[in-house]
């Protein structure tokens, strides 16, 4: 069974601190990705990862940066949190081909 | 650009009814289309349908893809409320990235 965990499922933090979300996968997947979901608006990607020390950016990575050292773990960075990052945070991994395994999720509240 | 739309947005069925949540995209190169269930944390993967495998099953769950008309339709039928759930429709974009259709959410009353 694939496995993707999180750090935390839930998380408060104060506005203009610095945010570590981290992904731990379990089964030696190339693709990482982190997703934030937002009532009304859906899954939007924010960057992914396709191999150790590679990121592109999806289609929202303003106010974010993403780490991966190593194959399993994938981190997503708030460099300064800001109240419109309250969401909830996903992160999921796949294979080569499409199907992508998610974690159960973080739901980050900025104050 | 890539687009998915899900229609209906929510839907209230009651216990045993059969229901169809519609997923009509248009992409620029179409590799696949898949669904997911999500209750109350993450997604979880049901169904992937390519031009080879235009129709799966799963129990009470099925899917079809129409590659002409640009849509696929999921069905559940002899609905439980364990079925109640947003249902997400998705087709990758590029380099494994998929494009998120904004769901179905669906309640079962008992």
């Known amino acids: 069974d694939v496995k993707v965990t999180q750090s935390s499922r839930y998380l408060v933090k104060r506005t203009g601190e610095k945010v570590f979300l981290e992904c731990v996968q379990d089964m030696d997947h190339e693709n990482m990705f982190w997703y934030r979901q937002d009532p009304g608006l859906g899954l939007r990607l924010i960057y992914f990862s396709y191999d150790v020390k590679m990121k592109e950016k999806g289609d929202i990575p303003e106010g974010y940066s993403v780490s991966r050292e190593k194959k399993e773990r994938f981190s997503l960075i708030l460099e300064s949190a800001s109240t419109n990052q309250t969401s909830m945070y996903l992160c999921?991994?796949?294979?080569?081909?499409?199907?992508?395994?998610f974690g159960p999720g973080t739901r980050l509240t900025v104050t | 650009e890539d687009k998915v739309v899900q229609s209906p947005l929510s839907l209230v069925v009651h216990e045993g009814d059969t229901v169809t949540l519609n997923c009509s995209y248009e992409?620029?190169?179409?590799?696949?289309l898949l669904w997911y269930k999500q209750e109350k944390k993450a997604p979880t993967f049901l169904f992937m349908l390519t031009s080879s495998g235009i129709e799966k099953k799963s129990g009470r769950l099925s899917s079809i893809l129409d590659k002409k008309e640009l849509f696929s339709i999921l069905n559940i039928t002899a609905t439980q409320t364990g079925d109640s759930a947003v249902y997400l429709c998705a087709v990758p974009k590029s380099r494994s990235t998929l494009t998120f259709g904004k769901g179905t959410m669906l309640l079962v009353s008992p």
């Open positions: 992409v620029t190169n179409f590799r696949s």
């Open positions: 999921a991994s796949s294979p080569e081909f499409y199907e992508q395994y």
